[in-house]
């Protein structure tokens, strides 16, 4: 199964179209819409990511922080999204009010060697993915990684996407994954020359490896 591939943290049109020459392609752009994050979209750059954007087959991701639906439906009157990442302590009920809004819902979990994967149950039937990043400082974009083999303990349904200091050394590893539920993978910091700025020679390489 070709893994989905995602690429988070975007912020810069130009970027954007540049990556857009590449080979090959993301499935998904994140956009970030948390304001204590060094990736954060500001609204004033929401026109131009959007003509950036719809310029690709790429689907949108908008990742947040517990924002309230009113705060998300706000971001995507102006920047329409296909999918809402929630990366705090949102509630199951705020994942299936999003799912009747017609998004397609990604909650993230923390994940270090303590996690507990029974933790993710009520939320099985109103999220589409799963998103599982290293435990760090900040809600997400720590730029580490966890162990991996703690993935063999999850038996959920819901599929996952595997994210947390991803790096261009780490393409062997990910081939050789062997869980049943792993969809996609969430690429970020390790793909930077800065935050917010990717570097579309890194990734293009990447991704032609990958898939």
Wanted: charged share 20%; proline share 5%.
């Amino acid at each position: 199964m070709k893994l989905l591939i995602k690429v988070c943290g975007l912020k810069h049109a130009e970027n954007i179209k540049i990556l857009a020459d590449n080979e090959v392609l993301p499935d998904l752009y994140g956009f970030i819409f948390h304001a204590r994050s060094p990736r954060y979209v500001t609204e004033t750059a929401l026109a131009d990511l959007s003509v950036s954007t719809s310029q690709t087959a790429g689907k949108r991701v908008g990742v947040f922080v517990d924002a309230g639906l009113s705060d998300i439906l706000a971001i995507h009157e102006q920047f329409p999204l296909d999918y809402v990442q929630l990366h705090g302590n949102e509630s199951p009920a705020l994942c299936s009010k999003l799912r009747k809004q017609s998004f397609k819902t990604i909650k993230a979990f923390q994940v270090s060697d303590q996690v507990d994967f029974y933790q993710m149950t009520p939320y099985e039937t109103v999220c589409d993915y799963f998103l599982f990043d290293a435990a760090g400082k900040a809600p997400g974009g720590n730029g580490i990684r966890f162990n991996w083999e703690i993935l063999q303990k999850y038996q959920g349904s819901t599929p996952f996407l595997l994210s947390g200091g991803i790096r261009p050394k780490h393409v062997n590893q990910i081939l050789t994954l062997n869980h049943p539920s792993i969809r996609g993978i969430d690429l970020n910091s390790g793909f930077e020359v800065a935050p917010g700025q990717k570097d579309p020679v890194l990734l293009n390489h990447f991704l032609k490896a990958i898939t």
